[in-house]
T-cell receptor, first 113, second 109 residues
């Protein structure tokens, strides 16, 4: 059974903290994505990576960075968490075949207080 | 104007009813995805289609590339179908997706 696993389902962090969200996939996929999901806005792409050590900004990268040191792991980093980063964060992966199906993690609901 | 629009935003139904959720998009695409998100957050891919129709159990997805429109149908709906249904299309190169805002479906017994 294919899997994308996010390290936490729920997180509560304080404003100004550095936050790490981890995502691991076991399908040997080249592409990995981080999205945030907010009511009325749908899923918005923060960053994606199409290979180890490669990354590209998505639509809303401000306030975030990413790391992909190994093919199976893609980390999202909030350098200094702010309350407007309270959201549901979803990781996804897909094979690099153009019309590949995307597989999603279970989501991390982050609250910044 | 959003590049992917879904309707309705919210939908309630009685168990057994036939459900239709619509998705319109403004960009040229090679394929369209239908996704399901249950309470709790996890998203599951239901369909990826580039033409015609696909069926999986009680779920049917259709697409009309010329009209830039897709529909997701659920026959004999059941309370366990209650979820948010999201359509998505490739953005630029096919590896990135643009998502609709989702349709929240509640099916009551």
């Amino acid at each position: 059974d294919v899997k994308v696993t996010q390290s936490s389902r729920y997180l509560v962090k304080r404003t100004g903290e550095k936050v790490f969200l981890e995502c691991v996939q076991d399908m040997d996929h080249e592409n990995m994505f981080w999205y945030r999901q907010d009511p009325g806005l749908g899923l918005r792409l923060i960053y994606f990576s199409y290979d180890v050590k490669m990354k590209e900004k998505g639509d809303i990268p401000e306030g975030y960075s990413v790391s992909r040191e190994k093919k199976e792991r893609f980390s999202l980093i909030l350098e200094s968490a702010s309350t407007n980063q309270t959201s549901m964060y979803l990781c996804a992966s897909s094979a690099s075949t153009g019309l590949a199906e995307a597989f999603f993690g279970q989501g991390t609901r982050l609250t910044v207080v | 104007k959003n590049e992917v629009e879904q309707s309705p935003q919210n939908l309630t139904a009685q168990e057994g009813e036939f459900i239709t959720i619509n998705c319109s998009y403004s960009v040229g695409i090679s394929a369209l995805h239908w996704l399901q998100q249950h309470p709790g957050g996890g998203i599951v891919s239901l369909f990826m289609l580039s033409s015609g129709k696909k069926k999986h159990g009680r779920l049917i997805a259709t697409i009309n590339i010329q009209e830039k429109h897709s529909s997701l149908h659920i026959t004999a709906s059941h309370p366990r179908d209650s979820a948010v249904y999201i359509c998505a299309v490739p953005q630029g190169d096919a590896d990135k997706l643009i998502f609709g805002t989702g349709t929240r479906l509640q099916v009551f017994p």
